[in-house]
């Protein structure tokens, strides 16, 4: 049986598993990333992998995951927001620290492949995967095949404008989808709130440790419990999810969407909104198809099946 | 020598070719469209294909860019603004008239193909074509081959929204992009300055029979002159432009964007500037590659060529 | 018993009457103004008012209500959108004239002026006039004198920003409130309407001859007939008064709105919605008491009314 | 010598001072306020009234400045943001605990009537004041009176809306001026910054202790120091305050702009700017005069400056 490895690289935190060619995980192993220093960094991505290696023989390729552009010739990581990657030669790296071969891909594409191959996705051939987290990745899967771009950063769907002179995005940009629709999105709006309306926003205030600094977690778990105001920024945030999607549409035409990332695991609280927002916005809505939307069903494992995959299929 | 036909079917005239595989056009034909008839419509059509077919003998089979949503299959067009198509079984239809294999593909996509195969796109596997007419069409070529998405309807770029509850589309929604940076925004863009200060619009009026109506042509023969307010409408399109080509490059990085359709005759009143704000709005710049521009080539023939020789690789 | 002659010199004609001290017109007359002529402008306001002197001895002074910027002293108009005036001394100019003491006002005040003491704002001391007819015009009373403002050009209303990087507007701003709640706006929202959905504006522009140069008469007569799309555009309009209404009373807190100009003849078809609109946009409400929104009742007639008293009261 | 006694009663201290006819401060006495009690902030107030004319024997009125919304009759609060007042009958409770006649009035009123007494506005009679503190406040003096609206909440320039759909306000509204052009509105600007930005926001994050709760003082000390992301945010403010003067002065046409509240105190980071803004935003700029702006002078104590002289005025 062969195997390989799969790592998803994110800015806190390494992940690493043993896969098989069904996708599913042998074993972990998790470091957290020395995220300044660009050897240390491939000096833990190179330890964990030899040692699952020293443990199944079998082992063949490695497939990292990571949170930055990769260029097209998956082997340089040439920017990363969130680690200190600039024109990083990480396949070099890492295949130099572990003698086996190595694929890089954006970490947002691996985990759209993993849900493809293994998760929501089976079954289709023009997928297009959101993952909702802090902020806004994108992976397309177009004819059974990932789709990279020709410079290999494809797919960066949460700096798509969506509100010209709009808030400001990481990327130097103003309104930017990812401001809008992602977690952060989601306590930005609970933020605002809370400043002008702390009456409104107690519950949500008191759950993030009593100040207006609320967090995802306690948007969502008021909202659980019902309260009106936090339901409100979900609300907000599922209309600007679903009419995102809908000019997705209108470039991409896809049979489905997957929605991945953290948002993901309370999907209860905004599915069906974004659902009928986006159902109400397509074009040419009424006399074409649309598009079918899923739950990720591969969670936090999505990216290190998906690296692990796309290295067996090198 | 192996020969095909291609027929451009628009709003208001069916324009037929005779190509070779080189995309060479051997003699064209000319019909108006009788548009509010679908019957008559395809009889038009078979019309100019026989009559090409009988003094062709080597014609094997007829492409047709239609303007219009077309079915994943190829042969439907489920729905066209401009026409009376609803649910036209076309393909089926020009088969029995004409005895020839038929091949129904959306004209935007037929335009792409062709200058993919022969025009300003050749030798780039990554191409996005984007023709600014009155309204905004598209066609996406990804590993060299037509992106049509799950139901054949991808590449609808003009309908991706670019501003919330912004001008009205003919699509039913708000804020898209072709209301922006179209041929239709060119003179959107002059009728709203000539309204509220007729004297700097006075030109541009002039050269529209005197009324507020002004059109693009207007628009483009006193930007040539130098007019400042004509200028400045082309500015602003060339604004939306280049941010929306920005927009794109997040969603689908490709190699070279093709700017063809009307506005692509009096590129040189647009194309700097375009260039400018694209080059500054891409997210990640300074980190990455980004597209090339470059105008159409094949220009109003285009359609006929790119439609024949999709039917050639049927 | 005590007469003045009020004076409405528009951008197409001079409507002059002779007025009692119950604002009670005696007789009027008409004349087509020479907009492109200062000299010809004050000539005929001159030789109406001299016709309407050598009917009616008891003739005390003579109010003019100009359709432009009036400086402090009441005398010299300074701008004109409409008219050739710059820096002209009309009161100087009449006078010489006619031999009767001359005050010059705004029209959009001079109209206020009327209502409040004759029309619809009898019995009120603070009163905000919103004249909404091409563009939009104000005139506000306070305590029970006409607000001038230090140079004479309070009460522009129509000119306050309402949507940054908005419609241009006739004053070289972009987004100003008349852009999007006047008669023009009206025919605006059905231009834009027509353009993109002409199936939909059919009755407007049928009753516009044919063109999508819809007038603002025929988006009336298109909702008193039911018209959808009439009727949508109308709601547009009304929302974006409502809404300006609500704003004016955070800066002015006025006991009583006014709304006039040739809108006013169709109040049927907003007045609910906008009132609605302002009793749902004012900032704290359920907390304090809100404007009385009324129509005004001299129609075409207010501004050589209020015109005429306000020369009485000099 | 006759004096009267000014209290300044905002959301967190009760400031009071004895004031002659010059308005001259001869002391003053400071006390927290128990925003949750009215009945005990009533105490509060006519405590530090009682010690004060106690000491001056020749106090013959008081004048309360509120935060919050109060009745034409300048005796109830009718609603309070940031106090317990609902419908609080002020003028009596305070009357019958200190046996003084007392006129109560919105704070923002009394620091304009201060200024205009005896600060900036002296010699001006059409003064619009704006304090720019965590919200905007405005006071409005017209021919040399106090301009207090029919229900006596005009004036509350902070919440007039510059955005559609734009940012909550505390009010209930979204868009308002003050969410743009306030103290709140700077560490909002930063606060934005910061998340996205993290680097750039550097350095007013650590005077902020680490977090990206940015304070208004950590930019203005940042702004001085000359850090770049701190002037941003100072130049977006005064981009929207100079606007909003513009707006102003469409309506009223003031003389003079006073700015006052917590922001005047770093007037040199903005004054500049907005007042750039200012000139060029006015309408009809070129043909007319526009306001001069100038900084408060009285700093915090204009409110008790203002209400002591009210009170005289009564
Ligand atoms: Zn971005
Ligand atoms: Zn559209
Ligand atoms: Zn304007
Ligand atoms: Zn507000």
Redesign the interface.
């Known amino acids: 049986m062969s195997l390989t490895i799969g790592v998803d690289v994110g800015g806190t935190k390494v992940a690493a598993g043993v896969v098989d060619d069904q996708g599913r995980i042998l074993e972990k192993l998790r470091r957290p990333t020395p995220s300044t220093n660009p050897e240390l960094t491939a000096g833990v991505i190179a330890e964990v992998t030899n040692l699952l290696k020293a443990k199944y023989a079998d082992v063949s390729a490695v497939g990292l995951g990571a949170a930055g552009?990769v260029d097209e010739t998956r082997s340089v990581v040439?920017?990363a927001a969130n680690l200190a990657w600039?024109d990083e030669p990480l396949k070099q790296k890492v295949e130099k620290l572990t003698g086996l071969p190595v694929v890089v891909e954006n970490d947002a594409n691996a985990m759209a492949w993993g849900e493809y191959r293994f998760g929501a996705g089976r079954g289709e051939?023009?997928v297009v995967c959101v993952t909702l987290g802090t902020g806004i990745g994108?992976g397309?899967i177009?004819?059974g095949?990932l789709?990279?771009?020709?410079?290999?950063?494809?797919?960066?769907?949460g700096?798509?404008?969506?509100?010209?002179?709009g808030?400001?995005?990481?990327?130097?940009?103003r309104g930017?989808w990812e401001?809008y629709a992602s977690g952060?999105a989601l306590s930005?709006e609970a933020r605002?709130?809370a400043?002008?309306?702390p009456g409104r926003a107690a519950r949500m205030m008191e759950l993030s440790g009593g100040?207006?600094?609320i967090t995802g977690l306690a948007v969502s778990q008021a909202a659980h419990e019902g309260d009106p105001a936090a339901l409100e920024c979900f609300d907000t945030v599922a209309d600007w999810a679903g009419?995102g999607l809908?000019?997705?549409t209108?470039?991409?035409?896809?049979?489905?969407f997957i929605i991945g990332g953290g948002l993901s695991a309370v999907a209860d609280l905004f599915l069906d909104r974004m659902t009928k927002v986006y159902t109400e916005?397509v074009?040419?809505?009424g006399?074409?198809?649309?598009?079918e939307i899923r739950i990720a069903e591969l969670g936090a494992d999505a990216g290190i099946v998906g690296a692990a995959d796309l290295a067996r299929q090198q």
């Open positions: 552009f040439l920017f600039r051939e023009h994108g397309i177009v004819d095949r789709y990279r771009g020709r410079h290999g950063i494809g797919a960066e769907l700096h798509v404008r969506v509100v010209p002179d808030r400001r995005c990481g990327c130097g940009n930017c401001q952060n930005h605002d709130l400043r002008v309306e100040t207006v600094e009419q809908a000019d997705l209108a470039t991409l035409d896809p049979a489905l916005s074009t040419g809505r006399h074409r198809g649309i598009a």
